[in-house]
């Protein structure tokens, strides 16, 4: 039977190691440390096979803590958990004494293994070449790349909408414009006819005062009508130039963003 201590301070990662482990018939957890104090003084009371150890603890940090128990209790094999996959981290618990270095996100299974080959084998792990960690370094780099990398073209399929939205709304503007200038152009139409029948009627008819003011009058509210429909024509124009360049505008800051 393999006995085991577990020491973290996560309460629920020891839940879920505890019914793990727990499982297996080779193996028995025989006590729980939330410190590395903690750690040591259940080591020397229950001189376990096997300590499960978080580097990150308070009180007593984990280095720490595997440092004293290798020295003091030479019997009993230190596994460290970690939830940092930083090869510094792996290196500094090798050389405190460790046996083994586990990340918590390895399934209970890998675990277990592991377990099994340190208290089988008392396995010792080298801490990493220069080259090994050139290589994890540069894995890591590419993977950065990686996502980079998709986030551009996150950016451009934005880039790309939105400058369809822009040509869409460019196209809404021009199909306004031709009604608009269409609209103006049958006002003018109108207008001639009016002012035609209006030298007709001063031509016919010199006394007919109010006959002309009244044609007058038309043909003034025919005028205003034209100019503030060129007016809004105008205004909407603006407002579609003004709201397509800030929206330009937005595009080239986020992608400067990104790439700063």
Known sequence: MIRILLADDQNLLCEFLQTSLGTEPDLQIVGHANNGQIALEKVEQLHPDIVLLDINMPIMDGLTATEKIVHDFPETRVIVLSGSEDSSHRSNAINAGAKSYIAKT????KIVEEIRAVYREGRILEPQSDLTEA???????KQEMKDDLQQV?????????????IRQHFGQLDHRQEDFS???FSFKSD???ILGDLRRTVKDSKSNSTEINRLQTLVEGQLSYIYNLNK???????????????AAIALIFSIISLFS
């Open 182 to 184: 269409q609209e103006i």
């Open 153 to 165: 073209r996150l950016k451009l399929g934005q880039i790309e909408h939105q400058g369809t939205e």
């Open 106 to 109: 390895a399934k209970a299974s």
């Open 135 to 141: 290589i994890v370094q540069l894995n890591q780099v």
């Open 232 to 246: 809004r024509f105008n205004s909407l124009r603006k407002y579609f130039v003004i709201t397509s360049s800030i």
């Open 191 to 193: 207008f001639d006819t």
